[in-house]
DNA sequence: AATTTATACATAATTTTCTTATGCATAAGA
DNA sequence: TCTTATGCATAAGAAAATTATGTATAAATT
């Protein structure tokens, strides 16, 4: 997509956002998930996504879990219990950022 | 700041909006102006600031012009033709991340 | 008077985070 | 049969930031 470099940085919320809200989800879905909410705007490489969701786990707040189905293998996430408490800040931030980027560039629209 | 790394990546847009509005500031001014309409959320580094300017030069959408105040030097930057037309594009592009972020997280305020 | 903070630029080393490329494997569709 | 879709993973490289360092003058503080 063309303004990719704005996503930089978000990915991390973005998953854990999507966790809080389908309890589990595997990689690929939410590759899927992020593709269908954004009509295609954003497309999450396999590059970034099992590195950060690797790390995610490695810093405690998600917990993995494998399946197998139809004879294929699914890594399913969700988060901790320390991993909600730390959506809930990540979500803050989003909100204050998205604040005061339109604080800065002022579009002709406006936040209610 | 918190949540600088959501910041990443739109920082060449931020700096064209300014000099759009401003019609022209030099670095250390947009550090300041910056910090103020963040309310110190966003602090701009120096190591990122003058890179990207130069950057943007070097493309050919900010040009700029050296003056001498009060025994000190400042670099003022004003957008080029090309520079406003890639403004238009990347506030654009800013808008539309925006509410893809919003989609994405749907937080509980909603854009008009 | 001396030191710190503010103003003003710049670059280098390092880190973070991403894209692109590669690899493996099974299932479905053309 | 070959391509696309599903599913994971890692490595090489690029992009964009942070942190550290450097230079210089002016203002404010101790």
């Known amino acids: 997509m063309a303004n990719s470099k704005l996503f930089k940085g978000s990915l991390n919320t973005i998953i854990l956002k999507l966790l809080e809200e389908k309890g589990k989800m595997y990689g690929y879905e939410i590759t899927q998930k992020v593709k269908e909410l954004t009509k295609g705007e954003l497309k999450i490489t396999e590059g970034a996504l099992y590195p950060a969701l690797h790390k995610l786990e ?27 408490k730390e959506t809930v800040n990540r979500l803050a931030e989003l909100e204050e950022f998205i604040r005061s980027m339109h604080n800065l560039v002022n579009p002709d629209w406006s936040i209610q």
């Open 58 to 84: 490695a810093e405690g707040l998600l917990e993995a879990e494998v399946a197998k189905v139809d004879n294929r293998l699914r890594k399913y996430y969700k988060l901790t219990e320390k991993g909600e």
